[in-house]
Nanobody, 128 residues
Framework: QVQLVESGGGSVQAGGSLRLSCAAS????????MGWFRQAPGKQREGVAT???????VYLDSVEGRFTISRDDVQRTLYLQMNNLKPEDTGKYYC??????????????????????WGQGTQVTVSS
């Protein structure tokens, strides 16, 4: 069974940057669509970005141009580079692995049920 562990969260001022990492361990490590989700207090979990096995990416409109998702399947690590952070980016960030799909369809950002393996999350707090 694969486990996911996020790291890299923290507190920054608006305009700052953070880089999140998600390390996968366990077997079997079948290459699948991976994604980052976030959840702010009192709000539903929302998809931030996905990356498929060929490097195809999809982003939430509000982070497009500021965030970059990438993956290194040799190191079994998923990344999220976050630049020009805004207070509305505050939340707990989770990485997730799709149930079976190697490629990420556009609706995956809106449907967390497409993902069956989740990390514990890492907190990101952006102050104004």
């Amino acid at each position: 069974q694969v486990q996911l562990v996020e790291s890299g969260g923290g507190s920054v001022q608006a305009g700052g940057s953070l880089r999140l990492s998600c390390a996968a361990s366990g077997y079997p490590y079948n290459r699948r669509c991976m994604g980052w989700f976030r959840q702010a207090p009192g709000k539903q979990r929302e998809g931030v970005a996905t990356a498929d096995i060929d490097g195809g990416t999809v982003y939430l409109d509000s982070v497009e141009g500021r965030f970059t998702i990438s993956r290194d399947d040799v190191q079994r690590t998923l990344y999220l580079q976050m630049n020009n952070l805004k207070p509305e980016d505050t939340g707990k960030y989770y990485c997730a692995r799709a149930r079976s799909a190697p490629y990420c369809y556009s609706w995956f950002l809106r449907d967390p049920k497409e993902f069956d393996t989740w990390g514990q999350g890492t907190q990101v707090t952006v102050s104004s």
